[in-house]
Nanobody, 120 residues
């Protein structure tokens, strides 16, 4: 089993910054990707940023491009999300996801989520 622990959420004013971290532990064989998703009240969960481990490729949701940066710490199986110039619409619960590859397929693991609230 894989455990994901998120940290760094909180309350910030519009225009401010936050840094989220997600630490993975447990039975980890081969990580395909790690990333962040978010869910605002009454809305579907959406992609924020994903980092692939093989080619270190990054993908960002359109609404966060140019403001958010995803990075990883290889030695600690940790992925970080630097969020700058935060807007009220960035408010939501941010979830970390790890996608692991096995010989016979893939498996997604999710963290418990961390609340980000941006006040205008």
């Amino acid at each position: 089993q894989v455990q994901l622990v998120e940290s760094g959420g909180g309350l910030v004013q519009a225009g401010g910054s936050l840094r989220l971290s997600c630490a993975a532990s447990g039975t980890i064989f081969k990580i395909n990707s790690m990333g962040w998703y978010r869910q605002a009240p009454g809305k579907q969960r959406e992609l924020v940023a994903v980092l692939t481990y093989g080619g270190s490729t990054t993908y960002y949701g359109d609404s966060v491009k140019g403001r958010f940066t995803i990075s990883r710490d290889n030695t600690k199986n940790t992925v970080n999300l630097q969020m700058n110039n935060l807007k009220s619409e960035d408010t939501g619960v941010y979830y970390c996801k790890l996608n692991q590859k096995f010989d016979n397929g893939w498996q997604d693991y999710w963290g418990q989520g961390t609340q980000v609230t941006v006040s205008s």
